[in-house]
Each structure stands twice: as C-alpha cells, then as structure tokens.
C-alpha cells in the first residue's frame, strides 16, 4: 500500500473553496427554481410581469451598485478630509 502525502495547505483551501462554491451553485439553482413563479411589479408609472428570481437577481445587483456607490463616495470623502489637514 502506497501512502499519500498529505495535502499542502494552499491544496486544501483549495478544495473548501470549490466545494463551498460547487455547494453555493446547487442552493442558488433550487432557489432559483423554487421563485420561477410570475409575480406582477408595480413601478411608479407602469406595470409589469416578470418571474419572481429575475426580480430577486436584479434588486440583489441594483443593491451591490448602491453599496459600491455609497463605500465608493465615502472613501473620497476620507481623501479629501485628509488632503485639507
């Protein structure tokens, strides 16, 4: 019998990585089947129909945009604190 050796550490990160990732992908596929369902959005000036996990997808993708925006600003707003001390 042929004994291994045991894997690196940058080897086993590795591998918690993609099964995180590989875990993460099936939750976001049953999610995703489990909001399919057609839901009505009421904007401010017109009505649409859309599946329920687009409506999900993009609100999660107009947050991260805030968010990044917002941590963005803040960052200059440091800048040039410190650019007139």
């Known amino acids: ?3 291994r050796p045991a894997p690196k550490p940058a080897d086993r990160g590795r591998q918690i ?3 995180a990732a590989v ?6 596929l049953i999610f995703g089947f489990e909001n399919s369902e057609r839901v009505k959005i009421d904007f401010i000036f ?3 129909e859309s599946r329920l996990i687009y409506i ?7 947050g991260a945009i805030v968010s990044a925006l917002v941590r963005r600003g ?3 707003g440091r800048e040039r ?3 007139h001390d």
């Not at 875990?23 to 976001?28: D, M, T």
């Not at 999900?56 to 107009?62: D, E, N």
Request: zero cysteines; a positive charge.
């Open 17 to 19: 990585r993609i099964g």
């Open 74 to 76: 803040r960052a200059r």
């Open 81 to 83: 604190g410190r650019d």
């Open 1 to 3: 019998m042929v004994d």
């Open 56 to 62: 999900i997808i993009g609100s999660a993708i107009l």
């Open 23 to 28: 875990v993460l992908a099936a939750l976001l």
């Open 46 to 48: 017109f009505n649409r």
